[in-house]
């Protein structure tokens, strides 16, 4: 049963940073409405590959390192990014129109206002790469992950389909395995430890991930498969 309780207020903090430079206004202005994602309209017609060989979602892609080095990697699968921060939504359009990576779609809003608008079974694998922890007691109710948004999450993956969860926080780590073995629709894929410590198969890595590292915080990598 879903915990409606569990989530209360919006999972990211603010919305813009540091003042765009012309260039990266720009192309907001004129690139960000041409491969923003339409809500209710089918998925696959957004996309100049019709049927691609499986389609990805990224929640939450920061600066848009790993979701770019994605789509230049498998020009076959058609990506979704949904980042409400403008200035990281700013840096991946400047990399989609340079290397013009025409297999990325984009969100710039909350990405539980889009996941109720789209297809059931839209997806083949769902990225959320160190979200926000929201780590004070107060705060933890805002964070992404909760029983209400897997419950959104699962009816729009499909079935196989992998979830992969990455952060250095214990505590946030310990949070999303907690409601994803009790969900009914995700099962856990690990049965040793380095099937958590070690990162997914042809990792590009993140800022954030080298940030931890840095100042000795282990992240973790969990995957999870859609039953």
């Known amino acids: ?100 990576l025409d297999n990325v779609r984009v969100w710039d809003d909350d990405v539980t206002d889009l996941l109720p608008a789209l297809p059931e079974g839209s997806f083949d694998r769902v990225y959320i790469l160190y979200p926000d ?34 952060s250095d926080i214990d505590d946030y780590i310990g949070w999303v395995l907690a409601r994803a073995l009790r969900s009914r629709h995700f099962r856990w894929t690990a049965t040793r430890a380095d099937d958590w410590r070690r990162p997914y198969e042809g990792w590009p890595g993140t800022r954030y991930e080298a940030k931890a590292i840095r100042e000795g915080r282990v992240p973790s990598y969990l995957t999870f498969v859609r039953v």
């Open 1 to 100: 049963m879903t915990e409606v309780s569990e989530r209360a207020g919006a999972f990211f903090g603010r919305r813009k940073g540091k003042k765009l430079r012309a260039g990266q206004d720009e192309l907001v202005q004129t690139l960000l409405p041409a491969v923003r994602v339409v809500p209710d309209s089918p998925l696959a017609d957004q996309f100049p590959n019709h049927r691609p060989r499986e389609t990805w979602l990224e929640i939450g892609f920061g600066g848009g390192e790993h979701l770019a080095a994605q789509a230049r990697t498998h020009r076959d699968v058609n990506i979704v990014g949904c980042e409400p921060f403008v200035n990281g939504m700013a840096k991946l359009l400047a990399v989609i129109e340079h290397e013009r």
């Open 133 to 166: 922890p929201w780590p004070k007691r107060r705060q933890r109710k805002r964070r992404l992950v909760s029983d209400e948004t897997l419950e959104g999450l699962a009816r729009v993956m499909r079935p196989g389909a992998e979830l992969r969860f990455a």
